[in-house]
């Protein structure tokens, strides 16, 4: 038996908040599976002093196992560690940085499914109702650039005439810029997508359901629902994978559409494409994720278990999608 490979796992948490916290309990994940699958590795934090990546580079280890989201709290910068990784010639998992900048910046991701004719809401920048159509009634105001429902809350949604105060408010209130984009009132869907031997395969569709919320309150994914256990918006928002047999018509567009999200952005390894379905059955395109939570208890590794795939099975797939990536630009 020869030497173990090596592996950094790369993450940017520093900010005590349990969005940045479960960056850390992915980190110990992956670290936990790679040691499953006969690899040794170390955790390393990044921040805005990018010389550790230096110091990686004169230890060469087999494989950085990118899982940066943001540095020193900023999203917008979560792009610059798999850039510098490019530059350093150090092989890592996931996403080019051109993917990770492309899906990060909202409103670009926006502008390039739209050119792509792929569906996605109407948004705006400014608020400005003459941008966001005459049939837009109420928008969702949310940043730009970050993740994890950072900012957003039941107040989020708004009626399209105070779009353009709400996105100053959220600014002034959380830094960073905002947008407003028309508010699908409707059904939410979340689709992974796990490298295999032959490109991309759609793992089980998720939807997420909203019981018995009060007529008052909107149905989204707020930071609420995601982070804050024993919330109302917590506790009310099960995620389902049983669908009545009238939706496989719905369920093969998701995955269709899933698909050709990911090829667009040219997402590699893993990612998630988040979905709304109107009352007319449309399915919108919210987002592309091209770095999901890999947390054991967050919905890629639920969706994995429904496909009877392990954590050390999305791990171990991860890592063989960079290997013939780093085997591919060699040949």
Request: with cysteine; hydrophobic share 45%; net charge negative.
């Amino acid at each position: 038996m020869g030497p173990k490979r090596t592996a950094a796992i790369l993450h940017g948490a520093a900010i005590d908040r349990p969005d940045e916290a479960d960056t850390i309990v992915q980190a110990e994940t992956v670290s936990r599976m790679l040691g499953r699958l006969g690899w040794t590795s170390e955790i390393v934090a990044v921040g805005l002093d990018l010389a550790v990546l230096d110091r990686l580079r004169r230890r060469r280890p087999d494989m950085v196992f990118n899982l940066v989201e943001a540095l020193d709290g900023d999203g917008r910068l979560a792009h610059v560690v798999p850039a510098a990784l490019e530059h350093l010639g150090i092989p890592f998992t996931g996403s080019s940085a051109r993917a990770i900048f492309a899906t990060t910046d909202k409103p670009l991701s926006k502008t390039l499914l739209r050119g792509a004719g792929l569906p996605t809401p109407d948004w705006s920048a400014s608020g400005y109702r003459r941008e966001l159509g005459a049939d837009c009634h109420r928008v969702i105001v949310k940043s730009v650039c970050e993740d994890a429902s950072i900012g957003i809350d039941a107040r989020s949604v708004v009626p399209s005439s105070r779009a353009s105060a709400e996105i100053a408010h959220r600014s002034r209130r959380f830094g960073g810029a905002w947008f407003a984009e028309a508010f699908i009132d409707g059904r939410e869907f979340n689709v992974g997508v796990l490298d295999g031997e032959n490109g991309p395969e759609v793992l089980p569709i998720a939807e997420i359901r909203f019981v018995d919320y009060p007529a008052d309150r909107p149905k989204i994914v707020d930071y609420e629902a995601k982070w804050l256990e024993g919330s109302f918006a917590f506790d009310h928002t099960p995620r389902s994978f049983e669908f009545a047999a009238d939706d496989e018509p719905l369920l093969e567009e998701l995955r269709r559409l899933a698909l050709a999200a990911v090829e667009l952005f040219g997402v590699t390894g893993y990612g998630r494409v988040d979905f709304r379905v109107d009352a007319a059955g449309r399915p919108w395109i919210l987002e592309v994720n091209a770095n999901p939570c890999l947390a054991p208890d967050a919905g890629f590794a639920a969706a994995a278990a429904q496909a009877d795939l392990s954590l050390a099975d999305i791990v171990g797939r991860i890592v063989e999608s960079a290997d013939r990536r780093e085997a591919r630009a060699a040949a």
